[in-house]
């Protein structure tokens, strides 16, 4: 196990790396790019070094070569499980095409494959999983957020209840939201899987608080001669909203919005993990369980992964509210 | 309708509430307003005439008296007093031909499209707007937004339109010429006008009447000057007239001989301390 000083360790020597670049005049380049490079490369040179010195019961703590061994394991095992499959659905339409010639009056069987879900399709399982529950809590918090902006007694009302359910972590909501989708959600055929609107709610549960509480300051802290330009055009209730609170309060949805994602992205591994949704948050499970000599190095492929996506995510937030901002001049960070 | 009696304020007062009490902005307002007339605020700051004029935008409601616009009480906001507010207060996510075109599509349902359009491309014309009509208010001057927040108001056709301190903010010779284009206009459409200015000369220069407040708190019309001169003016012929100057001399001794602001230390000490407390109400006597 790594303990904790050796992090601290890392990242004290690197803030002091950066200090001292920063001091000097550098040219755009070196900002860009040599100096994230150079940060990155002492990042790995550090980490292959201290965990050489790291012995656990899985074996030694895996440094970036076996790392990157791993990552590419999983590809060839990603490659290997998607010919597999190709090659069932190749066997199952000749099979089913043979029967056919046979006996024109046959109707024939289609089988989803069922193969183990790769590293990838679990990554795809996990954005799904996220997107899902976003949205969901999107769709709850901006225009609760707006109400309550505008009026202060909704404000008034919601307040303590938002104050009392932001704080609370994902992993204490996760067993009520499971019983609760276990007797609610009963189907003989059903749509999603339990482990799936199980992780979903979560993430809805804990990425709602971000989006409600930055639209709400954004929309109650509207230019007050707007609000007065609407009255005395005598906007109705939702033209104003329209055209007046919600291009106002963008930049405070989207910083919420983005938030919201961030928080859902990390709530969704450990959901993953206690609903053994076959996402990321499995992976990371099974590797764990499962206790081979690559587990470790599998999983810290996974933590890179979760990482790499995450920033991405961000990203794409921002390239949405650039989109959909009015200010184009100001720099979105 | 009787014409003397367009726009009328009887006995108006506002108190606003703070933790000390009452604190009492304006006291006895009464004013009568014909149609077409240019009325001019004048006095020194916090003497509640931005007051005056929210009371009569139906922004703020008096808490005594009230006001009577062509025989029906003013209660609320609404397009046919228009209010051109002292930072243009345009969206700035809309262009400026599109901050126009909200204020007519709220006020004229029954034009069609083009029509519409007509009437909007007029107003811009009417500012000398025209050529910037697809900007972003972020994209022009300040004396430019300032002409767009007057077309914004003038398109919605108000009975009376509400100028808080229209050109406080532009430099001098934008605003001599911001001047001018209100003259023109007011002469072409023939508006009732209320503008709040701190500026003697444009308060002689445009108006009818000048109203003169005395200082607040408790804050009423000291004095009503009118402006005998004839239309159309020119600020340069007009700087040797005699009428002219005698009208600015009148101006200039109330407000620094009548109303003179007798603020000493102490008092200026004590006031700086009560200012945050006291900033909601500032907020709204100030003017």
Redesign the interface.
Known sequence: MIDSTNTSNVSSIFSNVKSKFSGEKMNKLAMSFILPALGLAFFVLLWSLVAKNIDTSLGQFPGPSQVASQASALWQEHKAESEKAEAFYKRQEDRNAKRLAQDPSYEPKVRVYTGAPTFFAQIWTSLYTVSVGFVLASIIAVPLGIACGLSKSVYAALNPIIQIFKPVSPLAWLPLVTMVVSAVYVSDDPLFSKSFVTSAFTVALCCLWPTLINTAVGVSSI?K??I??S?????KPLAHVI??VL?SSIPMIFTGLRLSLGIGWMVLIAAEMLAQNPGLGKFVWDEFQNGSSNSLARIMVAVITIGIIGFLLDRLMLLLQQKVS??K?VELR | MDIDNHLELTQVGMKFPTPKGDFVALTDVNLRIKKGEFISLIGHSGCGKSTVLNVVAGLYKATDGGVILDNTEVNEPGPERAVVFQNHSLLPWLSVYKNVELAVKQTRQGRNKAEMRAWVEHNLELVHMTHAKDKLPSEISGGMKQRVGIARALAMEPKVLLMDEPFGALDALTRAHLQDSLMEIHAELGNTVIMITHDVDEAVLLSDRIVMMTNGPSATIGEILDVDLPRPRNRITLADDPAYNHCRHEVLSFLYEKQRKVENVADHQKKRESATEEKAKDASSAA
């Open positions: 230019d001669d707007l007065n330009v009255k005395v055009l005598r906007l055209t007046i291009p009015w200010d001049s």
